[in-house]
C-alpha cells in the first residue's frame, strides 16, 4: 500500500513551546486527518480538513491541507504535558481502499 | 459520538491457539477496518469490509482471516496464533462517503507466547 512520509520522527522540546509537523505524500488526497494516540490507547481523530487550501482549528492545534493536496501540517501552540503522545497524519485517496497513514511523530515533552 | 468497542484490551494466547478479535461499532457504518500496529512500522491495513458478509484483503492479510456477519460487528480471526502477530491490533469503522472521518477502537494488545 502506499506510505506517506511524517516528519520528524520524533521530537523533544520543552513545556510552552510550539511544535510543528507535517506529511508529503506522492499521491492527491482528498482528505486529510490528524489523530493523537496516547500509549495503549486507539487513535483518536483531532482534525479533519476537506479542501485544498483549508486551514482548520482545534483549541491549540491547527492543521492546513495543502494547495497541492500532497501534504498537510499540524501545529501545536503552546504545549502542555498532555500533548504527550504519537500524533499520525492520515490521507484518504477515494481509489484507494482505506486510509494511508504516516507512520507517527512521536512527540515528547521535557517539563 | 461514534464508538468503536474492541472485545479485550489485553490478551495472551499460545503459540497455535485459534484467536478471536471482536469489534463493534454504534453508528451503523457500512466500512469496518482491521489494522496492526508495531514500533517502526506503522499501521498495516489487514483486512476490511464494505458490507455486511464483505471481506477484502488489505497489505498482510497473511495468518489472518475476518468474519462480517452484521453491520454493527466486524472479527478478526487468527487461525494458529503465532508468536509474530504478536501486536497492537486497531479496528475502525468509517460511513461510505469520500470525505469522512474514521474512528479507531481502543485497541487489543495481543501477545503470543
Known amino acids: 500500500g502506499q506510505q506517506l512520509n511524517q516528519s520528524p520522527q520524533s521530537m523533544f522540546i520543552q513545556e510552552g513551546e510550539d511544535v510543528s509537523m507535517n506529511c508529503t505524500s506522492s499521491?492527491?488526497?482528498?482528505?486529510w486527518l490528524w489523530y493523537k494516540q496516547e500509549p495503549g490507547e486507539g487513535p483518536v481523530l483531532l482534525i479533519a480538513?476537506?479542501?485544498?487550501?483549508e486551514l482548520t482549528s482545534n483549541g491549540r492545534l491547527t492543521a492546513q491541507f495543502g494547495i497541492t493536496r500532497k501534504d498537510s501540517f499540524l501545529n501545536i501552540s503552546a504545549s502542555i504535558p498532555s500533548d504527550v503522545g504519537i500524533y499520525f497524519c492520515?490521507?484518504?485517496?477515494?481509489?484507494?481502499?482505506?486510509?494511508?497513514f504516516g507512520k507517527g511523530t512521536h512527540l515528547i515533552i521535557q517539563p | 459520538d461514534v464508538k468503536v468497542t474492541q472485545s479485550s484490551r489485553y490478551l495472551v494466547k499460545r503459540t497455535g491457539e485459534k484467536v478471536f478479535l471482536e469489534c463493534v461499532q454504534d453508528?451503523?457504518?457500512?466500512?469496518m477496518f482491521w489494522y496492526r500496529q508495531d514500533p517502526g512500522l506503522g499501521l498495516r491495513l489487514i483486512y476490511f469490509?464494505?458490507?455486511?458478509?464483505?471481506?477484502e484483503k488489505g497489505d498482510i492479510p497473511e495468518g489472518y482471516s475476518v468474519s462480517r456477519e452484521k453491520k454493527e460487528r466486524f472479527s478478526l480471526i487468527l487461525e494458529s496464533a503465532s508468536t509474530n502477530q504478536t501486536s497492537m491490533y486497531l479496528c475502525?469503522?468509517?460511513?461510505?462517503?469520500?470525505?469522512?472521518?474514521?474512528?479507531f477502537g481502543q485497541g487489543t494488545r495481543l501477545t503470543v507466547v
Open positions: 475502525a469503522s468509517r460511513a461510505t462517503g469520500g470525505t469522512t472521518e474514521a474512528f
Open positions: 499521491s492527491i488526497f482528498n482528505t
Open positions: 480538513l476537506y479542501k485544498a487550501g
Open positions: 492520515a490521507g484518504w485517496d477515494p481509489g484507494a481502499d482505506g486510509l494511508t
Open positions: 453508528m451503523d457504518h457500512e466500512n
Open positions: 469490509s464494505y458490507d455486511v458478509k464483505m471481506k
